[in-house]
């Protein structure tokens, strides 16, 4: 099964990856592919830490690399196992793009080997660290599949795209399905590469949040990176714009101490004033319905004060959601996801008492009213 190994083989985390790829093929990786092939080895054999001296990371990579670049006589192969003892960084690194680039041709053969056919963990991360330096097009194929392993080789994966031609469309197909902590690299990539690229633009006011609390990283970039201020006082604003504003928005309210807050963000009173005029225009979901409680919430006093503080700039709009959310339509739509078990207004009725919602507080009026 995937995960394990048999005794006396050893899986390439590739191929580990492809086999769980092939199973879930649109969406991320169950449990981010963990647990990997090598993880009982890794398990026996603790990791060396990270230097204390933060400008010795990558060194003693970099010295691996060098003295394997300078034989003429080595193939990629050897370079396998030799890194168990180093301390190998998962982001990109000054000290190894550099070795990289002082052997050029060698080292986009040494990465592709280490990627494809590595079974150690730190082999394939410095693998993708060489392709990250001197990768071409064609190696994109190898690096999307080892970055759907994303928490581990997501921030090298993402840089290796971006850096590339037209690495925004791979990027794209790769952000669909990663999540935690390689969506958070992901997007933060897309956000770099989103001026511009309308499929990028496009992709971040729809589906860059995805629930994660993680998105808070990222959601104040995706704000700005994507035009959502213009994006929802366009003339054409289709729901999931409006739906995914929402949500983001939501992220903005409580993502003190990880990206930019709603406080912050300078464009938050003309969003705030546009998700509310779509919400009346669209009408009632049990989506909708969440996201503005939640807002009502997080705009108020149970608010998170380094978020959203001061309170009082952001009344008019916790009335305008309040008013909403006391809509007949609405309220009956609350109902009904309640009765159909819905999770999210479940939750909702469960945790909400302080907004005191009509929907789940007095009954529906009867027809005879």
């Known amino acids: 099964m995937p995960g394990t190994e048999l005794s006396g083989t050893r899986t390439p985390l590739f191929e580990h990856a492809l086999r769980l790829h092939e199973l879930t093929p649109d969406v991320p990786l169950p449990r981010d592919g963990e647990p990997y092939p090598d993880e009982e080895r890794r398990r026996r054999s603790p990791q060396p830490g990270c230097p204390r001296d933060r400008e010795q990371v990558g060194a003693e990579v970099a010295a691996v690399l060098d003295e394997h670049f300078t034989d003429p006589r080595s193939v990629p192969s050897q370079l396998a196992g030799r890194f168990q003892d180093v301390h190998v960084p998962i982001h990109p690194n000054a000290r190894i793009t ?11 053969e040494a990465g592709r080997w280490l990627v494809r056919y590595g079974t150690d963990t730190d082999d394939v991360v410095v693998g993708l660290a060489l392709l990250s330096a001197v990768g071409a097009v064609h190696d994109i194929p190898y690096v999307q599949t080892i970055g759907l392993l994303s928490c581990t080789f997501g921030p090298l994966a993402a840089n290796a795209i971006e850096r590339l031609p037209d690495g925004a469309g791979p990027l794209l197909w790769l952000a669909d399905r990663v999540a935690g902590w390689g969506r958070v690299y992901v997007v933060e990539a897309l956000c770099r590469l989103g001026d511009g690229d309308p499929d990028v633009q496009h992709w971040l006011l729809r589906r860059a949040v995805d629930g994660d609390f993680l998105n808070g990283y990222f959601a104040g970039k995706v704000a700005e990176a994507a035009g959502l201020h213009e994006a929802l006082t366009g003339s054409a604003v289709d729901a999931e714009t409006v739906d995914h504003a929402g949500r983001l928005v939501h992220v903005l309210t409580y993502c003190q101490g990880m990206g930019m807050t709603l406080a912050r963000y300078p464009h938050a009173e003309e969003v705030l004033a546009a998700h509310l005029r779509h919400l009346e225009q669209l009408g009632p979901s049990p989506s909708r319905y969440y ?33 909403l959310l006391d809509q007949e339509d609405w309220c009956e739509t609350a109902r009904s996801a309640l009765v159909a078990d819905d999770r999210e207004i479940v939750w909702l009725a469960a945790t909400a008492s302080d907004l005191g919602l009509r929907a789940f507080g007095d009954p529906a009026p009867s027809s005879e009213d």
Do not use: C, H, K, M
């Not at 002082?102 to 080292?107: D, E, H, L, T």
């Not at 608010?303 to 008013?323: F, H, K, N």
């Open 291 to 323: 996201i503005a409680a939640l807002l009502a919430r997080n705009l108020g006093e149970s608010g998170d004060e380094g978020s959203v503080a001061p309170i009082r700039r952001w009344q008019t709009y916790r009335d305008g959601y309040l008013a």
């Open 98 to 108: 550099e070795a990289a680039l002082r052997a050029g041709a060698r080292a986009r």
